[in-house]
């Protein structure tokens, strides 16, 4: 097991948000991890990247306990965290936004072979690579934001609301690219308010709802459920 979450209750200060989450990941899968706005979702994963400590439960990463881990030993650990709204330095270079991505794990490294690899995958952050983020699209920062954490070199990537705001040509187009580089053995953690788009792309999934797991299973058996076609395919 890659990631496994254990009986994680969460909150800010007093307010309590997550209840009892309990998640895991294996190596090489795509997990989806889906639920209605307010569910929890990005409660959870800042919890996961060391950005909340939960108030009780645990989080073990590779065998090893990182509950209260701070963040930047999580990151350095291979959990990276696209954040929901992308987060991109708008007035420097796409280049200069991938290169801060390498500084947070590999600082003595040689980051060319990192910027190939990440211009091989999104030939278009290539073309702009010397334009400012600020000036591109919505999907071109949406790929620049997980270029980015791939320059990180993660064992575990995390996207937080990728598609949200996105014409759906983008998203799909976005999605061949998460595919492809969880073939090239990276483990993925899609976060969606898009049900559908997240459990049709993935290998397992869960359902939060307000705080609560309320389902769980392989991602093509979730899509038959009756419950999840009702209250989230609107079918
Ligand atoms: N910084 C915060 N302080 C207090 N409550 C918060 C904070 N961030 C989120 N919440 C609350 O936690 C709940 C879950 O939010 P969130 O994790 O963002 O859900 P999701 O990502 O599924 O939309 C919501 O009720 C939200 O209002
Ligand atoms: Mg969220």
């Known amino acids: 097991m890659l ?3 254990r009986d994680l209750d969460v909150g800010y200060g007093d307010i309590q948000v997550l209840w009892d989450v309990s998640i895991k990941i294996e190596e090489k899968q795509i997990v989806a991890l889906v639920g209605s706005n307010g569910a929890g ?3 959870l994963l ?3 990247s060391g950005l909340l400590s939960p108030y009780k439960g645990s ?3 590779d065998g090893e306990d990182i509950t209260n881990c701070p963040s930047k030993e999580i990151v350095a650990r291979g959990i990276i965290h696209v954040p929901e709204g992308r987060r991109l330095f708008p007035d420097m270079s796409v280049e200069e936004n991938l290169i801060m991505g390498a500084f947070r794990r590999k600082k003595s490294k040689d980051i060319t072979p990192a910027l190939d690899n990440v211009y091989e995958l999104f030939p278009r952050l290539k073309e702009r690579r010397n334009q400012k983020a600020g000036s591109l699209s919505g999907g071109e920062q949406q790929m620049c934001a997980i ?3 791939l320059m990180g070199d993660p064992r575990l990537i ?3 609301e990728m598609s949200l705001g996105l014409a759906p040509l983008i998203v799909d187009n976005l999605i061949e690219i998460v595919k ?3 073939e090239q053995g990276t483990a993925v953690l899609l976060v969606e308010q898009d049900v559908q788009l997240a459990l049709d792309n993935s290998h397992y999934g869960y359902v939060l709802s307000t705080g609560r797991l309320a389902m769980e299973g392989p991602s093509k058996e979730l899509l038959q459920n009756k419950e999840i076609k009702e ?3 609107g079918l």
């Open 231 to 233: 209250v989230y395919l």
């Open 147 to 149: 270029a980015r954490g």
């Open 46 to 48: 800042r919890t996961i």
């Open 41 to 43: 979702k990005s409660t």
């Open 158 to 160: 995390i996207i937080d």
């Open 59 to 61: 989080i073990i990463f």
């Open 180 to 182: 492809e580089i969880n």
């Open 3 to 5: 990631l496994e979450i």
